[in-house]
């Protein structure tokens, strides 16, 4: 299995980004996909869940209402919009295959900077 995320950059407070998560080695189809993200000198947190069709969302706390993830099965790749993005939301993004409501599988990271 191998995770490519890509669409990370620098961005102002208020601005928005897309995030990509190329999925291959898998049957993307039939897996359960989620982000995550690590700020520095903090622990992983979970950004965002969504189920193999689609059907099922969830979303952290934090992000609720600014961020969307989504997928589109046809192209193996797993999406995350962000909005109006905060100086916190600073972090190295991570795309993840989940197996039982855990990640089994994670990708190389993206890094996403917004600047005050």
């Known amino acids: 299995v191998q995770l490519q995320a890509s669409g990370g950059g620098l961005v102002q407070a208020g601005g928005s980004l897309r995030l990509s998560c190329a999925a291959s080695?898998?049957?993307?189809?039939?897996?359960?996909m989620a982000w995550f993200r690590q700020a520095p000198g903090k622990e992983r947190e979970f950004v965002a869940r969504?189920?193999?069709?689609?059907?099922?969302?969830n979303y952290g706390d934090s992000v609720k209402g600014r961020f969307t993830i989504s997928r589109d099965n046809a192209k193996n790749t797993l999406y995350l919009q962000m909005n109006s993005l905060k100086p916190e939301d600073t972090a190295i993004y991570y795309c993840?295959?989940?197996?039982?409501?855990?990640?089994?599988?994670w990708g190389q990271g993206t890094l996403v900077t917004v600047s005050s």
């Open positions: 993840a295959l989940v197996v039982s409501d855990n990640p089994k599988y």
């Open positions: 080695g898998v049957t993307f189809g039939g897996a359960n």
């Open positions: 969504i189920s193999w069709g689609g059907s099922s969302l």
